[in-house]
């Protein structure tokens, strides 16, 4: 089992990736790299069959930026400070990678760009010292995109807002209403263009997740990993076939919101509960309160 961080309550938090091998319990955010997964060194994992190494905790951005669900609806001078500063942090302890979305932090007034805020802090650091930065980020399959070509135009925009010419990891950030099929064909067009090292989805089902292996196989192209919910809180992947699918298929299982979007730090209280729509709701819920939400469902991140 192998462990990556992305998305959190605030400017960071942890994302599980699980390699090929069952394990008795998922503990995060400790874990070992499945057998025939890890690099030499110890200190990075495969993404399934893909060939890319990542470090095994990684930082995700969904909070970068964003007014929507975090940071209590604005964002200003003190929060991109924070966020710079989780983003050094983490360089300097050996965490390179790095996940973030088309959608975090777009489209509403005041936000800033998740990508755009990463390639900028990857830019001033490189601009000092030397440094590699492995780089994920998700296409959003909103109802109005169609067909293969769809997902090369929207790779094209993330790619400038990063200021990079390819990312390590390119996912389907959730199934679309219609026209899955193309945008599989998207991902593999992306790879074989050399514009990302590895594809994967996002908040795939067991049967979305074999479908689209099989699609990219026919392709050539190996289907490397599925970021999907999954925490002590929130163990669905384990009872819903998700998790045995990627033991079989060789696929990467990435957990996002490991620690439950903080309510695993211990950090919040009754008398210090969390803030934001989706932060307070994970909280109600990790404490068997009623919320406004659907029982058992938690926000596609």
């Known amino acids: 089992m192998a462990l990556q961080v992305a998305g959190g309550a605030g400017c960071c938090g942890c994302l599980p990736l699980l390699g090929q091998r069952r394990t008795a319990a998922f503990r995060p955010p400790r874990a070992v790299a499945s057998e025939g997964a890890a690099v030499e060194d110890g200190s990075k994992v495969m993404l399934g069959g893909s060939g890319v190494a990542v470090t095994k905790l990684g930082i995700g951005a969904w909070s970068w930026g964003d007014t929507t669900y975090w940071n209590d609806f604005e964002w200003d001078d003190r929060k991109l400070k924070d966020a710079k500063g989780a983003f050094e942090a983490s360089l300097d302890s050996g965490i390179t990678f790095f996940d973030t979305a088309e959608v975090y932090g ?105 479908d689209a292996h099989e699609r990219l196989k026919k392709r050539g192209v190996p289907l490397a990993s599925n970021q999907v919910n999954y925490s002590l809180i929130y163990r669905n992947p384990e009872e819903n076939g998700v998790k045995a699918a990627c033991d079989e298929l060789g696929i990467t299982l990435i957990a996002y919101s490991p620690i439950a979007q903080g309510a695993l730090t211990g950090k919040y209280t009754p008398a210090n509960p969390p803030t934001g729509l989706f932060a307070r709701a994970t909280w109600c819920r990790s404490r068997g309160q009623r919320t406004q939400s659907r029982p058992g469902s938690l926000p596609v991140r």
């Open 106 to 210: 777009a489209g509403v007034s005041g936000a800033i760009n998740s990508e755009s805020l990463l390639g900028r802090f990857i830019k001033e650091r490189k601009e000092k010292e030397g440094v590699e930065v492995a780089i994920a980020t998700k296409f959003a399959a909103l109802p109005w995109r169609f067909g293969r070509g769809s997902v090369i135009s929207a790779l094209k925009g993330s790619l400038s807002r990063l200021g990079v010419s390819s990312v390590e990891s390119y996912q389907l950030h959730w199934p679309g209403i219609w026209g899955n099929e193309g945008y599989l064909d998207g991902l593999a067009d992306a790879y074989e263009q050399g514009l990302v090292k590895s594809v994967g989805v996002s908040n795939y089902s067991e049967k979305r997740l074999r």
